[in-house]
């Protein structure tokens, strides 16, 4: 059913709404979101001001998988994620690489670029020589927006014309470089582009014979310039455990990805396994979690044809596995000074700059997956999943801690399934 002005009735008038056009006014319904709102009124207000027509908070688990050596410091890292498995690999994955040296990490550049989209129909060297002799009146026309961050280390880079038109017909960019300190720089860069294109507008009404028309002025989510390196290494013989020789597991290793970086159907999978760690640190530290993947992926495809965010290799009889990836995050500005367990992740990491955290990213994402591809070329994954699965089983069912007892038993030699839990338990 249509319905007008939603956005203006009371967060009751809309839950109300709801009930009645989808869900028979049924009163279990109302109650699944009201359970939810936060005792604390205050609180909730907070929340509810994150985003629009606010019915209710949607809970995902915080987690923290302690013991990550990174550049010789120990850190707790928080991860807000739903799927089971993840943060207890990320764990595993830390104290192993503890009693190895833990993980190196370093930043490949600070840079973010950002977009004026316009069509010219005059001469493209008419065009050139007016964006030469306009450059630094396009950047006073900036600078006051730029003060602030100028302090913190960041501001405007550079800025140039790009000849666009063997693409599309009259297609330009003006595209500027920048650097963001410890913001993300989404609203400082989508600042900084409109108030430069209206002066671009400004600029070209009286100055140039053909008509340029702005098309959009909009920040790349793609930042190749701004990315980092997480790295662990160590002896091969270090690899050896009781069921393979270290070298034969890091062969087995390392062949594993590079049929990641082969092969674009594996590499996805691969990819997606790194963003379970990358993401739920990206969500527990309040950062744009969409922004990241589609960075990532783009990074993943630089080359024309998708590949492997990690390497590894065999050298000087020593086992490298880095990851390298772009990464665009903040630590100040968005909800980081409001949502109250960003803060508290925030603290936790000892309040790091953006490059800080951009590095603690990276470990959980090469964590996450050296995880992963040692449960693939070991055991399956299905093993570690199969436990979690029984455990959520077993709380679906309500089990005693006798079942309980009874099950762990059972399905050490056996497939776990809803159907052979009921039947081993005598559940209907
Ligand atoms: C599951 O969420 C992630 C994995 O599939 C990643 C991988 O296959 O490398 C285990």
Not at 219 to 233: E, G, H, I, Y
Not at 372 to 386: E, F, R, Y
């Amino acid at each position: 059913m249509q319905i007008n002005g939603f956005s203006k009735l009371s967060k009751k008038e809309k839950i109300n709404w709801l009930l009645k056009t989808y869900f028979q006014q049924q009163p279990e319904a109302e109650k699944i979101l009201t359970q939810y709102w936060h005792r604390d009124e205050e609180l909730q207000k907070l929340h509810d001001g994150f985003i629009e027509n606010t019915l209710s908070n949607f809970y995902l688990p915080y987690g923290i998988a302690p013991n990550f050596k990174i550049n010789n410091r120990l850190y707790a890292i928080p991860m807000v994620i739903e799927e089971s498995s993840v943060v207890a690999a990320a764990a595993k994955a830390a104290k192993f690489w503890l009693d190895r040296g833990g993980f190196t990490t370093e930043i490949l550049g600070l840079t973010k670029t950002g977009h004026i989209h316009f069509l010219y129909n005059g001469h493209t060297q008419e065009l050139i020589q007016f964006f030469r002799e306009n450059r630094s009146k396009l950047l006073s026309a900036i600078a006051p927006l730029e003060e602030n961050m100028k302090k913190r280390g960041g501001g405007v880079k550079d800025i140039d014309l790009i000849d666009k038109t063997d693409q599309i017909e009259h297609y330009y960019q003006i595209e500027f470089k920048f650097e963001t300190a410890d913001a993300m720089g989404a609203n400082f860069i989508n600042s900084v582009l409109e108030e430069a294109a209206e002066k671009l507008e400004k600029l070209a009404q009286s100055q140039l014979t053909g008509q340029l028309t702005i098309l959009m002025s909009i920040l790349s989510n793609f930042t190749p310039d701004c990315r980092v390196k997480a790295m662990v290494k160590c002896p091969v013989e270090a690899l050896e455990t009781t069921a393979m020789p270290g070298k034969l597991y890091a062969v087995k290793f390392i062949t594993a990805i590079k049929v990641a970086e082969k092969e674009p159907y594996r590499a996805v999978t691969h990819n997606k396994g790194i963003m379970n760690g990358v993401d739920a640190v990206v969500l527990a530290t309040g950062n744009d979690f969409r922004a990241v993947e589609a960075n990532a992926h783009a990074y993943a495809a630089i080359s024309g044809s998708y590949t492997s965010l990690s390497h590894a290799k065999i050298e000087d009889n020593h086992f490298y596995f880095w990851l390298e990836m772009p990464l665009a995050v903040g630590t100040i500005g968005g909800i980081a000074g409001l949502h109250p367990l960003v803060k508290f992740s925030l603290q936790l990491l000892q309040n790091p700059s953006a490059k800080e955290l951009m590095q603690i990213i990276a470990a959980a994402g090469l964590a996450q997956n050296f995880a992963a591809v040692n449960s693939l070329i070991t055991d399956g994954i299905q093993k570690g999943h199969m436990k979690m699965h029984l455990n959520n089983l077993l709380n679906f069912i309500k089990a005693d801690e006798k079942e309980r007892q009874v099950a762990y038993a059972y399905f050490q030699n056996n497939k776990v399934s809803f159907a052979a839990l009921k039947k081993l338990l005598n559940r209907q």
